[in-house]
């Protein structure tokens, strides 16, 4: 059984609509996590960007506070609001020559995980090698001065994400409510998002997609 067969069994299972369904997609950040919501018709494999957004964390949280942000958003915001039948993450892989704060990310991808639970919504991944084949994206190559190389996939995720949509140079904070550049983390969301319908081969409608429409809705306090 392949991967999106069995998603469509969880779906089923779980009593959901396969001709008209909701994906979460996040991409996974301690300072902000940045989400992709999509319809998607199983059934005749068409999707339609809906909305996409930023979570900002306080700067003054500790890592427990993060995490029930987070926990809170999947359980009320993204369940009663966005109506998600489904969550779909960036895999999340150490780098073991950068272990400082490296538990951070798959703690809170734990959390967004017992939430969904609560919900009875299901969680998978996809790896970022994954999604950015799909995409066709390729990094920028640049050499130090100690000769090593280093990729940089950040601006050209968001030239190629801005190839299809309209993403706003700014967004508002869910934290100060103070418009502040936006961050890769929703670009990267949003290739989490096509990367993945790309994989199982759906048509995607881009036009119509609105932007941090959690703005008034999701508190910028942790409940």
Known sequence: MDNLEQIEKELEEKGTNLGDSRFLFLDVSSTCTGYCVAELDFVNKRAKIDNAG???????WDHQDKYSYIFNAIMTYFEIVEKVDYII???????????????????MIGAIKVGAAENNT???????QTWRKQLEIKPDVTIGKDGKKTRDYKNPTKQKILELLDVPEKSVSNITNNERTTPSDMYDALGVCLGWLEQYG??????????????????????
């Open 89 to 107: 993450h960036e895999a999340y892989s150490i780098n073991m020559k950068q272990r400082s704060g490296i538990m951070v990310v798959p703690e």
């Open 54 to 60: 930023v979570l900002w964390f306080n700067d003054k």
């Open 122 to 128: 299901k969680v998978s991944s996809i790896t970022p």
């Open 202 to 223: 759906f048509k995607v409608k881009y036009k119509g997609c609105k932007f941090n429409t959690h703005i008034g809705t999701l508190e910028g306090e942790k409940q």
